[in-house]
């Protein structure tokens, strides 16, 4: 995703929500209607959503010049291994649903070596282990699907498994989930993460 394109973004009252961000003047400008329509966010929703996004803005500016997709302007993924513990700090502090949903889309577009030195960083595939479970039990069955379809591009080694329990979580959704796209994407999950522990 780049400059001036838009994310769907899901609050909690299970609708979705499109969140546009501007990122063409080096400031991040975003308007997430995360409230009922009839109420406007308040100021300090529009401030932490602005912080979120200027944060991104610079982790994901300073990686754009190895980017994917030409170099034309700032990408939505983190290319930079350096900048990888200033992601890991955003994912640490976020709780809001639609942001996490924002944050698993930068990690689906980040480099590969970017992505193997999250899983690898204490912490990290555990806490977006948890975020799973959040979308299962609080977010839109789309959602969640979004959620494991990132997974599938994590660069998954047993060790990573095996601490994060993403695995375990992965698994009893693709045998106890309701929705059949959600255990048709688990599956594919379990399918790929067997041939990474058996090479």
Do not use: Y
């Amino acid at each position: 995703m780049t400059v001036g394109e838009s994310a769907q973004g899901v609050e909690g009252n299970g609708s979705s929500d499109t969140t546009l961000v501007d990122l063409s003047n080096s400031t991040a400008t975003v308007v997430t209607p995360s409230a009922p329509v009839s109420e406007p966010p308040s100021r300090a929703q529009l401030s932490n959503d602005n912080n979120l996004f200027r944060k991104l803005f610079e982790i994901c500016t300073t990686s754009s010049s190895s980017s994917v997709g030409g170099g034309n302007g700032p990408q939505i993924g983190v290319m930079d291994v350096a900048r990888v513990p200033q992601l890991a700090d955003l994912i640490f502090q976020e709780s809001r649903l639609g942001e996490r949903l924002l944050l698993m889309t930068v990690l689906s577009h980040s480099s590969q070596e970017a992505l193997a030195s999250f899983i690898s960083a204490p912490n990290c595939l555990r806490t977006i282990n948890s975020w799973v479970v959040d979308f299962r039990d609080k977010g839109d069955p789309r959602d969640l699907l979004s959620a494991l379809r990132t997974l599938s591009v994590f660069p998954m080694d047993v060790d990573a498994l095996r601490n994060s329990g993403i695995g375990i979580t992965v698994g009893r959704l693709r045998k106890l989930g309701a929705d059949s796209e959600i255990r048709a994407a688990c599956s594919v999950l379990v399918e790929k993460w067997k041939g990474a522990v058996q090479a």
